[in-house]
């Protein structure tokens, strides 16, 4: 596992091509590219580009590690006392990939996909499903 200290820096890391994402910091070794899931990918970005100023004002621009397998977890900075993060991860049992929410009583997860599925079998598209299941978590954590 590798730690970074903000999204942008992932971002910069995983996908130095795009925009949003080119301030790299120098503690990044740009040679050692991440693998990012692309569905993580996915909720990085919105979170990046759509609910930047949310992030911040939750103390999430810091504390982001990408796992071996493309998923991540950002710890809230209460993280050392009570366990708070938002993460990504894959059932490989049920085949699903998903964004799981822990901040105080609020434990919740948000199905991002269903490999058991067929993709043809809903009218949304996937950055869409991401960034609706980002947005609910984001109204769940605002009401908890």
Do not use: C
């Not at 995983?14 to 909720?43: C, D, G, M, T, W």
């Not at 979170?47 to 930047?52: A, C, G, M, N, Y």
């Not at 085949?95 to 009218?123: E, I, P, S, Y």
């Amino acid at each position: 596992m590798r730690q970074f200290g903000t999204l942008n820096r992932i971002f910069a890391h995983a996908h130095p091509s795009r925009q949003f994402i080119r301030r790299l910091s120098s503690e990044v070794e740009p040679n050692k590219a991440e693998y990012v899931h692309p569905l993580s990918q996915l909720v990085l970005e919105h979170l990046q580009k759509e609910r930047s100023e949310w992030v911040e004002q939750n103390g999430l621009d810091r504390g982001l590690k990408v796992n071996e397998d493309g998923t991540f977890q950002i710890k809230f900075p209460s993280y050392e006392k009570d366990m708070a993060s938002i993460r990504t991860t894959y059932d490989k049992k049920e085949k699903k990939h998903w964004l799981t929410v822990h901040k105080g009583d609020l434990v919740g997860r948000f199905l991002l996909q269903d490999n058991l599925k067929a993709a043809w079998h809903d009218n949304k598209s996937t950055p869409d499903k991401i960034a609706a299941a980002v947005d609910s978590m984001i109204v769940k954590i605002d009401g908890a």
